[in-house]
Antibody
């Protein structure tokens, strides 16, 4: 059974870079037709798709965040990562990683809260 | 890209049926059959209910069904149960090779 687990600092200072990693077990991130998403949810608000990386390493980003986001993968560790630069309080959210097979997003991590504050 | 439009709240009595709409454009909902629906209980990660407009993953109750007409997708919950009280989100692939979520709908079981 596929499992995903987010990890990273829970507190980031304004203007700094948020960095999170999603560790995948029970399956390979290099499996054909698998895409690996980052999604966030500000407290009390809705879901926002941040971006994804494909099994082949192609990245896709939400247009409104594209200038600040980098998603990468480490196949040797079976992990993929999110970097969001120049963060503000508006980036405070629960960050989820998820597996998507074409358009079927069927496995999610439990989510990790990241607070942007000095 | 703008979030897909969902009603903020929908309510119903146990046993009733309710429908949640998800309105987009021809560049997302209307242009592709890649609409999915998620259920989220408080403090939990979202759970996939429907994918590709109308298909249920294994293990999801057949009380949940999806459809689409034009730029609007819909999720219907039949035989409403107390455990269905949650937030629901639609999600669609877009012409920009990205994804967009709906604004979310809170379902209340009266």
């Amino acid at each position: 059974q596929l499992q995903l687990q987010e990890s990273g600092p829970g507190l980031v200072k304004p203007s700094e870079t948020l960095s999170l990693t999603c560790s995948v077990s029970g399956g390979s991130i290099g499996t054909t037709n698998n895409f690996w998403d980052w999604i966030r949810q500000p407290p009390g608000e809705g879901l926002e798709w941040i971006g994804s990386i494909s099994y082949g390493g192609t990245t896709y980003y939400c247009p409104s965040l594209k200038s600040r986001v980098t998603i990468s993968a480490d196949t040797s560790r079976n992990q993929f990562s999110l970097k969001l630069s120049s963060v503000t309080a508006a980036d405070t959210a629960i960050y989820y990683c998820a597996r998507r097979t074409i358009a079927v997003r069927d496995s999610w991590g439990q989510g990790t809260l990241v607070t942007v504050s000095s | 890209q703008s979030a897909l439009t969902q009603p903020a709240s929908v309510s119903g009595s146990p046993g009733q049926s309710i429908t949640i709409s998800c309105t987009g454009t021809s560049s997302d909902v209307g242009g592709y059959n890649y609409v999915s629906w998620y259920q989220q209980h408080p403090g939990k990660a979202p759970k996939l209910l429907i994918y590709d407009v109308r298909y249920r993953p294994s293990g999801v109750s057949n009380r949940f069904s999806g459809s689409k007409s034009g730029n609007t997708a819909s999720l219907t919950i039949s035989g409403l149960q107390a455990e269905d009280e949650a937030d629901y989100y639609c999600n669609s692939y877009t012409s920009s090779d990205t994804y967009v979520f709906g604004t979310g709908t809170k379902v209340t079981v009266l």
